[in-house]
Each structure stands twice: as C-alpha cells, then as structure tokens.
C-alpha cells in the first residue's frame, strides 16, 4: 500500500482570489479535519511553496495536497480480496471506479472473514494494481447496476458529500406491477423502521427520515409497467418501500411484493458523477441486465 498519497490540482477560475481554505474546504469539499493536518503539517503547497491558510489563490496556480495514513481512522479498509473475473469495470481513474455490481452479491460483508461480495471481488482487481476499495454508498443484494468505490481515502468524503448534496444523480430502472400510473410523479413519503420485521422498512415506521423518489414512466407491457427512477434520498430500501405503498411493488421483490416470484427487476442504470477536484460532470451507464430483456420477452407474449 503506498504510504502516502499526493494530488496535484489547478486552481479553477471560480476560485481566482479566493482563500486557500476555501478552495479547500469549499470548493473540493475537503472536511475541515483534513485541511487541518494538511495546513498544519505544510503538506498543502501553493506554485511549490507553502502559504498561510488565508492566502489568495489565483486561477491555474498550482495545489499540491500530500495526504499521509495518519490523517484518516481507517487509511487501509481491511477487505479480503475474491476472485475478480465477476469485476466488469465501467469507469476507472486514479481515484474512483465504477463498477456492474451483479444481482446477488452483497455490496459488502456481514461477517469477519466472509467473502463473495462485491467489494472482495474488487479487492481482487485492484490487488494486482497495489491498490484498495473504498465504500462510497451501497445497492442492495437484489440490486444489480452501476456502484461507485474510491481507490484512496482522501477523495471518499468528497464523493460521500456529493452524493448527500444531490450532486451525484443517480437514476435506476424498474419493472413494477400495474400500469396505472401518471406519465411522471414524485413519492414522498417519510421511512422508517419496520416495527415487524427487522429486515423491511416502513413508511413513517419508527424513526423514520424524509424521503423522495421522483419517476418517469418509460412503457407499459401488459400488466406491468417500465420506470425511469430518480432518487432525492438514499434511504434503505427507498424505492422498494415507495413503489410498495402507491401500490406498485417491483416486480420479484421479495420483501414487498408478495404476490410476484422471480429476480428483482431493479436497476442501477446511470451515475452522473461529480469528478473529485476537477468538479467535472461525468455520466456512466451499466447496460441492462439480461434478466431485465428476458422478463420483457415473457411478458410480452402472455
């Protein structure tokens, strides 16, 4: 594992005289712990040299951050490495990934030593290049799609708070039963725990949090309908649980449909990710799964 890790990173023109500490804290949503060992420990440099916090920067200066195992709780995630040949990339640079997470796998462990998630899985790839997966968010084990991992510890904050300010869109697909539903509409509805089963959520269960889904109906199969889902929240469960209580469960969800056997026709689909310190847009689609087609041909010709 390297023992430290160094970012070199223009100034951007939004950020022409503005502080050191802004630039920092504010526009690269570094966490105020971070740019304080950096600040204090002179590992931030300014054109190669080291200035106060305060001092002004200027568009296209040159930042240089080095960020030691010190400066983070958990530097080296402790994740068995699996086999990678189930590893499908679909974006990859030197500070995140994008993986197809299959339907079935676990994003992460439950248990010490267990492996066959996903993450081991990455572990695996990222291996032969001296290199480590960082939870960034997580799918559920029915879920199949597009999920993000960081590649060092020093950008997981910066993708963390993009995603909870609503900068990292994420939109997912889904067959649900019925087809009685507007061309566009948006649920919200507070979840929370399910005071009956600790495996379920419940809207307005105990402690729950706010909640919003917006979706957009792409088409309509016999008794089944297609949509295009948008999440506001990332609540567990939030589109499983929403689809449920407006009468629409996904189709095979075990959980909320008990009607419906089968594989859980949900989604990841597309991430448009705000890149770490560039703040460049950059959009990444996971193709649709096979089951997806073959539950579309079958219900087509019933």
């Known amino acids: ?32 712990h971070l740019v304080f060992s950096i600040r204090k420990a002179e590992r931030v440099l300014v054109n190669g040299r080291y200035q106060p916090i305060n001092f002004p920067v200027k568009a296209d200066d040159q930042i240089t951050m080095t960020f ?13 490495a699996d086999t990678a040949t189930t590893v499908e990339v679909l974006y990859e640079d030197q500070n995140l990934i994008v993986i197809n997470k299959r339907r079935g796998d676990k994003t992460h462990p439950n248990q010490p030593g267990e492996t ?13 290049k001296n290199g480590l997966p960082y939870m960034v968010h997580r799918l559920d084990q029915e879920t199949s799609g597009a999920i993000i991992f960081a590649k060092n510890p020093a950008v997981v904050p910066i993708l963390v708070a993009n995603i909870a300010a609503k900068r990292i869109q ?7 039963s019925g087809r009685n539903l507007p061309a566009t509409g948006t649920i919200n509805l507070p979840i929370g725990l399910d005071p ?94 096979n089951d997806f087609r073959d539950f579309e041909r079958r219900i087509q010709q019933t």
């Not at 030691?68 to 068995?80: I, W």
């Not at 994420?170 to 649900?176: C, D, G, N």
């Open 170 to 176: 994420r939109t997912y697909l889904a067959w649900v």
């Open 1 to 32: 594992m390297p023992p430290k890790w160094t970012f070199h990173e223009s100034v951007p023109a939004a950020m022409d005289n503005r502080s050191l500490k802004a630039l920092l804290h504010e526009y690269w949503l570094l966490p105020k």
């Open 68 to 80: 030691l195992p010190s400066d983070f709780r958990q530097p080296f995630p402790s994740v068995l």
């Open 196 to 289: 009956t089963d600790k495996r379920k959520r419940a809207v307005n269960g105990p402690h729950a949090a706010a909640a919003t889904t917006h979706y957009h109906v792409v088409r309509k199969v016999g008794g089944d309908t297609l949509l295009e889902i948008r999440l506001e929240t990332g609540r567990t469960h939030q589109i499983r649980v929403h689809l449920a209580a407006i009468g629409h469960p996904l189709i095979g969800d075990p959980l909320y449909n008990d009607t419906d056997t089968g594989a859980l026709m949900l989604h990841s689909w597309k991430v448009g990710l705000v890149m770490p310190f560039t703040n460049q847009l950059v959009t990444v689609t996971a193709p649709i799964p």
């Open 116 to 128: 066959g998630a996903t993450i081991n899985h990455l572990a695996a790839y990222l291996k032969s």
